[in-house]
């Protein structure tokens, strides 16, 4: 510290910035590995994505698939892969939620 009190201690800064960074990667590693559902039509279309968002999976139960009405079932893909991109956002905002307020507590980082 600095005579006067006024300066934080700059290896500390350094220390806890790195510490942040590495939280903040295993936040995002998580992420990626997580997957996360959404589903419409009552369970007819669920779409399973990353918790980053990107889409791993999509089963259509065979009583969602009429030939005469395929604008159904493209509305519950969309929907089904809404709810589950929606889904992820949440699990992103749980886990980097903290790691944002922490870089914004560091005293001289403009966050």
Do not use: H, Y
């Amino acid at each position: 510290m600095m005579p006067g009190g006024g300066q934080p201690n700059m290896q500390q800064l350094l220390q806890q910035a790195q510490r942040m960074q590495q939280d903040l990667a295993a936040a995002q590693q998580d992420l990626a590995e997580a997957s996360v559902e959404g589903s419409a039509g009552g369970g007819l279309v669920t779409a399973t994505v990353s918790g980053t968002g990107e889409l791993r999976g999509l089963v259509i139960d065979p009583r969602a698939v009429d030939p005469e009405d395929a604008e159904t079932l493209a509305d519950l893909v969309l929907a089904a892969v809404r709810d589950a991109t929606g889904a992820a956002q949440e699990l992103q905002q749980e886990k980097l939620g903290p790691l944002a307020q922490g870089i914004g507590g560091l005293p001289g980082l403009p966050f």
